[in-house]
């Protein structure tokens, strides 16, 4: 009763935008999101994916969506949509995590001395 409350509070949480809430829901949930890549339901591993990455942490999320659309797209052709949306956030997850490392001062503004 109680995994369907949280699955039922997560499942809202994403579906309002709230991903800093749906994250630790889901962490309860699947306390183990890599094995979500290898048998879990694709769209779900999508939403707990998003949600961790959105929460703070997409170099976590980048590293599990990346076998997760490898899955999507050779394993078992799932629908295009979906394909689309985990390219997309792995585009956003990129963009910020260059971004961090620019604010931080990394990349090659550091190996030039800028």
């Known amino acids: 009763m109680l995994l369907d409350v949280w699955r039922r509070?997560?499942?809202?949480?994403w579906l309002v935008g709230?991903?800093?809430?749906?994250?630790?829901l889901y962490a309860r949930l699947f306390p183990d999101?890599?094995?979500?890549?290898?048998?879990?339901?694709?769209?779900?591993?999508y939403r707990v994916f998003?949600?961790?990455?959105?929460?703070?942490d997409p170099a976590r999320a980048l590293a599990l969506i990346k076998p997760l659309l490898h899955r999507l797209q050779i394993g078992f052709g799932g629908?295009?949509?979906?394909?689309?949306?985990l390219i997309?956030?792995?585009?956003d997850?990129?963009?910020?995590?260059r971004e961090g490392r620019r604010a931080d001062g990394g990349g090659l503004l550091r190996l030039f001395g800028r």
């Open 33 to 45: 999101p890599e094995g979500l890549v290898e048998e879990g339901d694709v769209e779900v591993g």
């Open 93 to 97: 997850f990129r963009q910020a995590l």
């Open 88 to 91: 997309d956030t792995r585009a």
């Open 18 to 24: 709230d991903f800093a809430a749906a994250a630790p």
């Open 50 to 56: 998003r949600s961790i990455g959105e929460a703070g």
């Open 79 to 85: 629908p295009r949509w979906l394909a689309d949306e």
């Open 9 to 13: 509070l997560a499942h809202d949480a």
